[in-house]
């Protein structure tokens, strides 16, 4: 995971999934704050 931006109320990361050490997808997601802590409120594919 690798943090792109931050901004007051959202954080968006890029995110890269693997299987068996082999990249499976590539994200980016933006999180905002929740009464539960951080949740995703946009997911976008990236690859």
């Given at each position: 995971?690798?943090?792109l ?43």
């Amino acid at each position: 995971m690798r943090v792109l931006a931050q901004a007051p109320g959202s954080v968006w990361a890029d995110v890269t999934w693997s299987l068996h050490g082999a990249p499976q997808e590539r994200m980016c997601y933006q999180l905002v704050p929740s009464a539960a802590g951080l949740q995703i409120a946009v997911l976008t594919p990236l690859e």
